[in-house]
């Protein structure tokens, strides 16, 4: 009797809930019971949320509906005396700008709806001291700039791990930071139904999300839409794969490469929450269950597997076996293992580079063959030779080697000897006296040059050849 005496008119209350919707109410109803832990104002006209809405404090009131209002006001100190608040829900309403502070007296604030508003503003600090915050429905609104301040080293939402971000004013999204992101936050990271503009590392996030079956993307693939260049219909996503202008090629899951001797860190990327046991199996098919270890193989505390001192053998496939609360899951990381050092010098010299050494240093021993080849009569080069008389070109041989020069200057060091001088001849023989001096000309029998008797180079002389 003394419940239902404490009820508020046109209100309907049951044990700790008190059911106010559709009451057609403009102002929150009072008095409030103290012993409310749920308190439903939701299809009614509050316009205005003040300051003294709850004239005392409620510390049992853990669930506050107020959607569709028509609320277009809320102040900062409007929930000062609900500090054990952790259900809150404003979705649509009229709200066009979330001011500084606005939640900071939520601390144990789990969930926060704000969905189907007119919010265009978000100030930095609106979501500031609410460390418990898991889910937060930012979907249908007038956004414009990515709030990546709210996932950005996890420190303002450490619990974070629903953001809903869809149909929004978004044309673009910080890809690398997202890819960066944990699994489990990426799994219900919404992005759909925004005007992005297409990009190929947009491709690649939507990609490797379709191929970890995140829901954010396997949930919602139709919807996942961009505006191509120079366009003015929005295509699919993952219809980039291979299509002009872009061209986009999708990247590959989980792939590591390394070195000889180095020392890598596979990450256990699980999308699951709150997981009771995982291990490792190498590509040996060897488990890795124990932290730490003495092998070259350790399983780190958060999960990972740390590999020190990379050897050949050490490269394949490596999976890490999860278990969560309520399903397993297996994730595969491949690991390149290259067979020389990074700052060492390699193992082996690359062929194309060995080719065409080779090829340079044959064309360089050619050239050096045909121009660079020694004089074989370094001190004749600059030696000019007269010309021969013409009267004596007739008795010149044919067959012989020796060309007709003239006698020699005394005392120049390097001259052709003339066939007339004393010495060796071009067949080793000596002569004695040399050519005898021409006999004077009568006739035409004087014009005739002596020929040399024991000159068999001669075809035209008139001494017989003596064999």
Same mark, same amino acid.
């Given at each position: 009797?003394?419940?239902?005496?404490?009820?508020?008119?046109?209100?309907v209350?049951?044990?700790?809930?008190?059911?106010?919707?559709?009451?057609?109410?403009?102002?929150?109803?009072?008095?409030?019971?103290r012993?409310?832990?749920?308190?439903?104002?939701?299809?009614?006209?509050?316009?205005?949320?003040?300051?003294?809405?709850?004239?005392?404090?409620?510390a049992?009131?853990?669930?506050?509906?107020?959607?569709h209002?028509?609320?277009?006001?809320v102040?900062?100190?409007a929930?000062?005396?609900?500090?054990?608040? =952790?259900?809150?829900?404003?979705?649509?309403?009229?709200?066009?700008?979330?001011?500084?502070?606005l939640?900071?007296?939520?601390?144990?604030?789990?969930?926060?709806?704000l969905y189907?508003?007119?919010?265009?503003?978000?100030?930095?600090?609106?979501?500031?001291?609410?460390g418990?915050?898991?889910?937060?429905y930012?979907?249908?609104?007038?956004?414009?700039?990515?709030p990546?301040?709210?996932l950005?080293?996890?420190s303002?939402?450490?619990?974070?791990a629903?953001?809903?971000?869809?149909a929004?004013?978004?044309?673009?999204?910080?890809?690398?930071?997202?890819?960066?992101?944990?699994?489990?936050?990426r799994?219900?990271?919404y992005?759909?139904?925004?005007?992005?503009?297409?990009?190929?590392?947009?491709?690649?996030?939507?990609a490797?999300g379709?191929?970890?079956?995140?829901?954010?993307?396997?949930?919602?693939?139709?919807?996942l839409?961009?505006?191509?260049?120079?366009?003015?219909?929005?295509?699919?996503?993952?219809?980039?794969?291979?299509?002009?202008?872009?061209?986009?090629? $999708?990247?590959?899951?989980a792939?590591?490469?390394?070195?000889l001797?180095?020392? %890598?860190?596979?990450?256990?990327?699980?999308?699951?929450?709150g997981?009771?046991?995982?291990h490792?199996?190498?590509?040996?098919?060897?488990?890795?269950?124990?932290?730490g270890?003495?092998?070259?193989?350790?399983?780190?505390?958060?999960?990972?597997l740390?590999? =020190?001192?990379?050897?050949p $053998?050490d490269?394949?496939?490596?999976?890490?076996?999860?278990?969560g609360?309520?399903?397993?899951?297996?994730l595969?990381?491949?690991?390149?293992?290259?067979?020389?050092?990074?700052?060492?010098?390699?193992?082996?010299?690359?062929?194309?580079?060995?080719?065409l050494?080779?090829?340079?240093l044959?064309?360089?021993? %050619?050239?050096?063959?045909?121009?660079?080849?020694?004089?074989?009569?370094?001190?004749?080069?600059?030696?000019?030779?007269?010309?021969?008389?013409?009267?004596?070109?007739?008795?010149?041989?044919?067959?012989?080697?020796?060309?007709?020069?003239?006698?020699?200057?005394?005392g120049?060091p390097?001259r052709?000897?003339?066939?007339?001088?004393?010495?060796?001849?071009?067949?080793?023989?000596?002569?004695?006296?040399g050519?005898?001096?021409?006999p004077p =000309?009568?006739?035409?029998?004087?014009?005739?040059?002596?020929?040399d008797?024991?000159?068999?180079?001669?075809?035209?002389?008139?001494?017989?050849? %003596?064999?």
């Amino acid at each position: 009797g003394s419940a239902g005496a404490s009820c508020p008119p046109r209100c309907v209350c049951a044990s700790n809930i008190l059911s106010c919707s559709q009451a057609v109410l403009s102002t929150v109803p009072t008095p409030l019971p103290r012993f409310t832990a749920v308190l439903d104002l939701s299809h009614n006209n509050v316009t205005r949320l003040r300051a003294d809405w709850a004239p005392g404090r409620l510390a049992h009131l853990h669930a506050l509906l107020l959607s569709h209002n028509g609320l277009s006001f809320v102040s900062t100190e409007a929930f000062t005396h609900v500090p054990h608040l =952790r259900h809150l829900d404003l979705s649509s309403n009229r709200l066009r700008a979330l001011e500084e502070n606005l939640f900071s007296d939520l601390s144990e604030l789990e969930v926060l709806l704000l969905y189907n508003n007119e919010i265009s503003s978000v100030d930095r600090t609106a979501f500031e001291n609410l460390g418990r915050l898991r889910k937060l429905y930012l979907g249908q609104n007038r956004i414009a700039r990515f709030p990546l301040e709210l996932l950005r080293d996890g420190s303002r939402l450490p619990q974070l791990a629903l953001l809903d971000l869809s149909a929004n004013r978004l044309h673009s999204v910080p890809v690398g930071e997202l890819q960066a992101l944990p699994a489990w936050l990426r799994d219900r990271l919404y992005l759909h139904a925004n005007p992005l503009a297409c990009s190929c590392p947009l491709f690649q996030l939507v990609a490797r999300g379709r191929h970890r079956q995140l829901s954010a993307v396997v949930d919602f693939l139709e919807e996942l839409r961009c505006l191509p260049p120079a366009a003015t219909a929005p295509v699919g996503i993952l219809s980039l794969a291979g299509q002009q202008p872009l061209n986009c090629s $999708e990247a590959r899951e989980a792939v590591l490469e390394a070195h000889l001797g180095d020392s %890598v860190t596979l990450g256990c990327d699980t999308r699951l929450r709150g997981v009771r046991q995982r291990h490792w199996v190498t590509p040996g098919g060897e488990r890795v269950l124990e932290e730490g270890g003495n092998g070259s193989a350790a399983l780190l505390a958060n999960g990972s597997l740390q590999l =020190r001192g990379l050897r050949p $053998e050490d490269a394949g496939t490596y999976a890490c076996w999860v278990a969560g609360p309520l399903l397993n899951e297996t994730l595969y990381v491949d690991l390149l293992v290259h067979n020389f050092t990074l700052h060492g010098p390699h193992d082996t010299l690359n062929t194309a580079y060995t080719t065409l050494v080779g090829c340079i240093l044959s064309v360089v021993l %050619v050239l050096i063959y045909l121009y660079l080849t020694p004089c074989r009569c370094c001190c004749c080069r600059g030696a000019e030779k007269p010309p021969p008389p013409r009267d004596d070109s007739i008795n010149s041989s044919v067959l012989s080697t020796t060309p007709n020069h003239a006698t020699g200057v005394p005392g120049e060091p390097c001259r052709s000897r003339s066939a007339s001088a004393t010495g060796p001849g071009q067949n080793g023989r000596f002569k004695v006296g040399g050519t005898p001096q021409a006999p004077p =000309r009568h006739g035409l029998k004087a014009q005739r040059k002596v020929s040399d008797p024991d000159s068999v180079s001669s075809v035209f002389s008139d001494t017989p050849i %003596v064999v």
